[in-house]
């Protein structure tokens, strides 16, 4: 398997995978934090034509983790997915905080 940054080539495939994914959200009981339309084309064109990496998840906690002992981090309530990655790093749930436009989010800590 060959793992390399995006190209515009690629985005119709890409916009497949991300429809796929929010089937998939959806069915394992996350329907509202990606919505039928989230990330948008222009959004996914942009993060191409910037270079923006995704799917680093680990990669990204590593290296967060190698900076700071205290990290807090939030979540949609629906996001199991992203709860449970977040519980298997050891981050413990702390309650609800609420952002910006007033929706509640799940906090974590560790």
């Known amino acids: 398997m060959e793992i390399r ?3 515009l080539t690629d985005l119709e495939r890409m916009l497949e995978i991300y429809e796929y994914a929010r089937k998939m959200m ?4 996350n329907p509202h934090q990606w919505g039928d339309s989230r990330p ?11 270079g923006t990496e995704r799917g680093l998840f680990h990669r990204c906690m590593d290296f967060c ?10 979540t949609h309530k629906d996001n199991h997915i992203m709860r449970h990655l977040l519980e298997e ?3 413990d749930e702390r309650g609800v905080i609420y952002v910006d436009d007033g929706s509640p989010r799940i906090a974590y800590q560790r």
Do not use: C, F, H, Q
């Open 40 to 50: 948008s084309r222009e959004t996914v064109v942009s993060d191409i034509k910037n």
């Open 5 to 7: 940054k995006a190209e």
């Open 65 to 74: 983790e190698s900076l700071a002992d205290n990290i807090r981090i939030d």
């Open 26 to 29: 959806r069915a394992s009981g």
């Open 89 to 91: 790093r050891g981050y």
